[in-house]
């Protein structure tokens, strides 16, 4: 099947640190094995995450926060331990719409349910650097038995993709409300260049008139002073036959 030849193997990590034995085979050193190898990849895990995250039991708020959580709210996992996320993320909604029912934190409702939770809306949260904007998601964890023992949380960062949406949502309310006013100013402009264009049309005429009269004057005058040319000629003529 060339399907399976593809399809992710779901038993990867599981056949990696628990082995192909069966459990009823394997002694007390085997399985401490195995569940050290567990609890390594789950702290590997949330350890690891870039994003801040964090683990809340049922009756004991938050017992575990990775080092992201920390640097991202200015919290030390000390001071977040044992608090409930409704009191750490404290803030008010960046949009209009609910998550829940109840207003709880995703991992406070993930608990109550059973079921995963991916928020709708955004929340800010102000820390000693500033406001901090994340969208929050849990994931229930519960043992074979269905026991709920908590829910693990992550709230990844957007408040540099929220900046840059306001920044472009400004941008477009600024060229909204001056649209009309540059349209306005550029038809004055349009209509005073037309205006210039006309003006300038109609002098350029009269100019034009005024070197034709001229033209005609300096020609007139040319034809007296040939005239007068021709006229002191004959005379002059006459004048040396009568001697």
Sequence with gaps: DANAAIRPDRTYLRDRIEGSHPDEEKDSVELRRERDGWRRLFYQLLEGLPEPAFIQAPDDGIVEANRAAEDVYDISADEIAGTEPEAVFEAESTTSAETTSNGNFPTTTAIETGDSVQEDRLRSTSTASGDVTHRSAALPLSTPDGERLGAVGVTPVVTDLVDSQEQVEKIRNRVTDELPFLIDR?????????????STAETTEEQRDRMENVSSEIADLSASIQEVAATAEEVASESQRTR
């Design 186 to 198: 550029l038809e004055e402009d349009f209509d005073e260049i037309i205006d210039h264009l006309t």
